[in-house]
């Protein structure tokens, strides 16, 4: 009894054993797997690419040397985008931003009786030229969490246009940049070096004598235009 059992366990055994044998082979026979040498669908590391495709601009384009011979008519124009939120004669209301009379060299959040953002409140200094064409290019990179929602003036001739139209509403009395502000800023936010250095010393040259010239010429020509 005691064996006849042992050889009944035995025989399910082995039979499994040849059972699974069989279907293996069989299977293999049936379906031939095919392992490719590469993946279907390539996988590739998760690269990090700095920046992410051609670089964008980080800094604005100078425009000191164009706010002197800018189109002030045409800032005038570019001035309604910004008149659903501000109004800029003396004394005039503020609306969803502030009354901008007399802002171009005043200090940042320059209405005593608005409600600025605390980043705007916070952001100190004055409203200089280059201030003004950074926060016109780019409101909300300039000053983070600024609650002016606008875009910004991507033209350098548009901020220019926009600025000298600006201080004519209450600030002229507010220099023109001069040659040595135009040199600085252009300095300031030069591209970086490019690689050949011939290209470069010619650039400069090129570009000092009528950036002076102008800004010579412009300032005489300025003081009888403004009121
Ligand atoms: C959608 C409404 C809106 C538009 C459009 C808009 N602004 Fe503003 N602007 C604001 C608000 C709101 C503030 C106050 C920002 C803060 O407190 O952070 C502001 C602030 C400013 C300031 C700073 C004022 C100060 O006293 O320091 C300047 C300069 C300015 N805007 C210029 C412009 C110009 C120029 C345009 C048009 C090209 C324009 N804005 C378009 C809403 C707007």
């Given at each position: 009894m005691d064996s006849m059992e042992k050889n009944k366990i035995f025989a399910a055994v082995l039979c499994a054993g040849i059972m699974a044998m069989l279907s293996g082979f069989i299977a293999g026979k049936l379906v031939h797997p095919h392992i490719p040498?590469?993946?279907?669908?390539?996988?590739?590391?998760?690269?990090?690419?700095?920046?992410?495709?051609?670089?964008?601009?980080?800094?604005?384009?100078?425009?000191?040397?164009?706010?002197?011979?800018?189109?002030?008519?045409?800032?005038?124009?570019?001035?309604?985008?910004?008149?659903?939120?501000?109004s800029f004669d003396q004394g005039g209301p503020h609306r969803v931003g502030p009354n901008l009379y007399g802002l171009v060299g005043g200090p940042k959040a320059h209405a005593g009786d608005f409600e600025y953002s605390v980043a705007m409140q916070n952001a100190g200094g004055a409203w200089g030229y280059e201030d003004l064409n950074f926060f016109l290019w780019k409101p909300k990179k300039y000053i983070e969490g600024t609650k002016m929602n606008y875009l910004g003036l991507k033209k350098p001739s548009d901020r220019a246009a926009m600025i000298a139209w600006l201080r004519q509403q209450g600030s002229s009395s507010f220099p023109l940049p001069s040659a040595g502000e135009i040199e600085a800023e252009k300095a300031a936010l030069a591209p970086p070096e490019p690689e050949e250095p011939e290209a470069e010393e010619s650039a400069d040259a090129s570009e000092a004598a009528p950036a002076s010239d102008d800004a010579a010429e412009t300032e005489a020509e300025a003081e009888p235009a403004a009121h």
């Open positions: 040498d590469e993946d279907a669908v390539p996988i590739e590391g998760v690269e990090v690419v700095a920046g992410g495709g051609p670089a964008k601009p980080q800094l604005p384009d100078p425009i000191m040397d164009l706010i002197a011979e800018a189109d002030i008519s045409k800032g005038e124009k570019l001035s309604k985008a910004c008149a659903a939120c501000h």
